[in-house]
């Protein structure tokens, strides 16, 4: 839990960096764990991961660098530390 946490959040940090070719590969990293963390968190839950990583794949089509580092250090950290309490 907390390697994924810490993942999103240097992801987030190469976005706002410019390096986005490097933020790409680790942001497949994350999302590459957080599915296993939501999986047996409730329906409501997964169906926010579902939709925030709509909104994350939008940005990066956008090129939206700070909107998408701010998703990962800060709506998908909320969700994981959401998953962590139940």
Do not use: K
């Not at 992801?11 to 957080?34: H, K, N, P, Q, T």
């Not at 409730?42 to 580092?69: G, K, N, P, V």
């Amino acid at each position: 839990m907390d390697a994924i946490r810490e993942s999103a959040r240097h992801c987030a940090c190469l976005f706002r960096l410019g390096r986005d070719v490097e933020a790409a590969v680790s942001m497949a990293e994350v999302f590459e764990g957080a599915p296993a963390l939501l999986a047996g968190s409730a329906l409501a839950l997964q169906e926010q991961f579902a939709a925030l990583f709509s909104q994350m794949l939008a940005a990066q089509q956008r090129q939206d660098w700070i909107a998408l580092a701010d998703s990962l250090e800060y709506e998908l950290v909320n969700l994981i530390d959401q998953a962590a309490s139940r």
